[in-house]
């Protein structure tokens, strides 16, 4: 095997160098390698694609559709999308021009950052979050402002995005996840509108990832892209509404003259997503059968959700019911101290089971663990049994 050449270990990006460890994948790898271990880690459906998102694709490799599809995506995927989100949540986009798919959200954010920060560019995003949005901010050369939300229910409150705003007066853009990854929390419509009134008159872009909007339990998910349609990017995909994460198909939405450069710098990533990927997204975003399988995941999911809160609270967490997503955010108990990698480490390799620190989610995070409900009920009883004999133990 070759070995590299010394020198050209320095000619990498620098940027590299100001990376933190995201942790997650990497905990989840430690934590899978003790024999019998019960997950409850990666934001990862255990649900199978619906059979027609499945017939779909199949339909789509026996017709032959093989060939180079637009770098924004197939004409009758971005009209399904666009119905989607007329459909859901009354944002009018048109599909040409207005509407580029991409390999995933992730490859989304990349590219609607890519176009966005030049080197010393700031971004506020509110904290606890995915962590990945502060690594492509760094490996792009720009820096993030943290928001900690936690002091006030994981939610970004106008004042405090008001505050942040004057004390960074030339940041470019605003991410904001909801239903939030990691936390579980989402918005009413009226603190999207007061948020909107926060932002309006100012140059920043709001990068609205809004990849968990048809997983909420009560009420509906509104779009800040209702408000600021003329400055927001909604990313969104078929990953956790349809249990589709391994066909990596997500998408962006914005107004034309933005999504210019945000879908061009996205073609040049990726030429174009795969056909049979794209076609069962179709079906997904278009139909009343990709409605219905959701309704039916969301339908599991609460009662997973239900379970695990009640079950918390007995143990002696601290948490809030999550109205979005498929996790729970909870904050150790008291008598077990405050450090959150230590403890989910102890838990993983004394109790078998596996959570996530809630300190790789950022600022906030501290003294939190992150436990994801896409898993089996059995599963989720498994680990709740677990813990408490764990909790007897330390």
Do not use: C, W
């Not at 934590?31 to 997950?39: E, H, L, N, Q, Y």
């Not at 003329?230 to 391994?246: D, I, W, Y």
């Amino acid at each position: 095997m070759p070995a590299t050449k010394a020198n050209l270990m320095k000619q990498l990006n620098s940027n590299f160098t100001r990376l933190k460890p995201v942790g997650i994948r990497e905990f989840d790898a430690k934590a899978s390698a003790v024999p019998g271990i019960v997950k409850l880690t990666l934001g990862e459906p255990d649900f199978n694609v619906p059979d027609a998102m499945k017939q779909a694709a199949i339909d789509s490799i026996t017709n032959n559709d093989s060939h180079y599809a637009p770098g924004v995506g197939t004409l009758a995927l971005r009209k399904a999308i666009a119905h989607f989100l007329a459909d859901r949540y009354q944002l009018d986009y048109d599909p040409n021009g207005e509407i580029a798919v991409t390999v995933g959200a992730t490859q989304g954010i990349y590219a609607a950052l890519s176009a966005l920060i030049n080197p010393g560019d700031e971004v506020l995003v509110a904290t606890p979050t995915f962590p990945l949005y502060m690594a492509i901010i760094t490996i792009l050369g720009g820096k993030a402002v943290e928001i900690d939300t936690s002091d006030s229910d994981f939610v970004l409150t106008p004042d405090k995005l008001k505050a942040t705003i004057n004390n960074h007066p030339q940041a470019k853009a605003l991410i904001l996840n909801y239903p939030s990854n990691p936390t579980g929390v989402t918005y009413s419509r009226q603190q999207i509108a007061d948020l909107a009134t926060a932002v309006k008159d100012t140059n920043l872009v709001v990068i609205a990832d809004e990849i968990y909007s048809e997983l909420i339990y009560d009420g509906h998910h509104t779009s800040i892209a209702e408000f600021l349609p003329g400055q927001t990017l909604v990313l969104n995909g078929a990953s956790k509404s349809h249990a589709m994460t391994g066909y990596r198909i997500g998408f962006i939405a914005g107004p034309k003259e933005l999504m210019g450069p945000v879908s061009a710098l996205s073609g040049m990533m990726i030429t174009s997503a795969t056909d049979s990927a794209m076609a069962a997204a179709t079906t997904a975003f278009g139909s009343e059968a990709g409605r219905q399988a959701t309704l039916e995941m969301k339908q599991a999911y609460q009662e997973r959700r239900d379970f695990l809160v009640h079950a918390l609270h007995q143990l002696g967490f601290q948490l809030a019911t999550p109205n979005g997503a498929f996790y729970v955010f909870a904050h150790i108990p008291a008598s077990a101290g405050n450090d959150d990698v230590a403890f989910a480490t102890a838990l993983a390799e004394q109790g078998r089971v596996a959570v996530i620190p809630g300190s790789y989610f950022g600022a906030g995070g501290q003294g939190y663990l992150r436990l994801s409900y896409a898993t089996s009920m059995e599963n989720i009883k498994l680990a709740v049994e677990r813990i408490a004999t764990f909790l007897k133990e330390d």
